[in-house]
């Protein structure tokens, strides 16, 4: 299960950051990413990270600009994968949805829905 939150409306070049809580097991084990949908569009992933090491990859349009982080249950055991998002854009506008990369293992949560505009 994945709970998503954190999204909401932001003007142009401003920052939001969000947050995924995950319940499932061996959650370390497993490649984590954000996905983005935007109107009429396909989801896509736009920001990977690695299982341990924390390598992280992400899709020319967001790279340089977002941050993507996991916390294997280490803090009050609960796992948690983040999403900071600076110099925001209204291409960036979407609903975010996290589950397992490449392989989406996940059902789908509701996702959180981030509207970039003036």
């Known amino acids: 299960q994945v709970v998503e939150s954190g999204g909401g409306l932001v003007q142009p070049s401003g920052s939001l950051r969000l947050s995924c809580s995950v319940s499932?097991?061996?959650?370390?084990?497993?490649?984590m990413a954000w996905y983005r949908q935007a109107p009429g569009q396909e989801r896509e992933a736009v920001a990977t990270?690695?299982?341990?090491?924390?390598?992280?990859?992400?899709?020319?349009s967001v790279r340089g600009r977002f941050t993507i982080s996991r916390d294997n249950g280490k803090n009050n055991g609960k796992n948690m994968v983040y999403l900071q998002m600076d110099s925001l854009k209204p291409d960036d506008s979407g609903v975010y949805y996290c589950?397992?990369?490449?392989?989406?293992?996940?059902?789908w949560g509701q996702g959180t829905q981030v509207t970039v505009s003036s």
């Open positions: 589950n397992t990369a490449p392989r989406v293992r996940l059902n």
């Open positions: 990270i690695y299982t341990y090491g924390g390598r992280t990859n992400y899709s020319d």
């Open positions: 499932m097991d061996n959650f370390s084990w497993y490649s």
